[in-house]
């Protein structure tokens, strides 16, 4: 009943601003109760996790992974997931664009930024993004498509600096639109916002938030 209400609460605060319920480490039973509220983009970030929730689950459940993916697992996720947000390597996405290739699909990604000042978040630099888009392996994939960026804000109860966070890449994801990109770049979608700081993300301009505790409770 409370999972319900969260969702058609951030639902109706939301807007246009696409919800992803973060569901890792809770049961398959709460995220039908999302389910049946009518949400269906779903967060997870392992991919173990990801792969045995999606093979028990109703199969119009949009799966999106926001943990660190590790090359050598891309393969157990690649005919299903509708968008990977935690890409931070040419490497992982040349192996994103074979297994695509295998199953015959073109898989959306997002770049994960590096913004927070804290050492133990993954993500990339802007210089690396930049060499990422410009670079000629990058426009050789035909399997990915890159839709825009991800990051994770410092946590911290200091608003200005969540601000601060999400406005430089904000800055990144402007930057990025009015140069000349690869047929398989286009920037729309910008994943910022948790439970602590979806706020201030929407406010930042978010197109989508991962909201997982404020919605099925703590981990
Ligand atoms: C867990 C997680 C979230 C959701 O965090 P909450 O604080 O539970 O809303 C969002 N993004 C990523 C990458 C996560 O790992």
Redesign the pocket.
Known sequence: MTIKKNIEDFQSRLGACKLIA?S?THPVEKIKEAYEAGQRDF?E?KVQELVSKQEVLPKDIQWHL??HLQSNKVKYIAHFITLI??VDSLKLLQEIDKQGRKNNRVISCLLQVYIANEETKFGLSEEEVLSILNSAELAALQNVRIIGLMG?ATLTENEDQIRNEFGTLRGLFQKIKTNKLPANVEMIELSIG???DYTVAKEMGSTMV?????IFGN?
């Open positions: 973060v890792k967060g970030n926001i943990g947000h935690s994770m948790m439970s602590s991962r909201v997982g505790s404020s981990r």
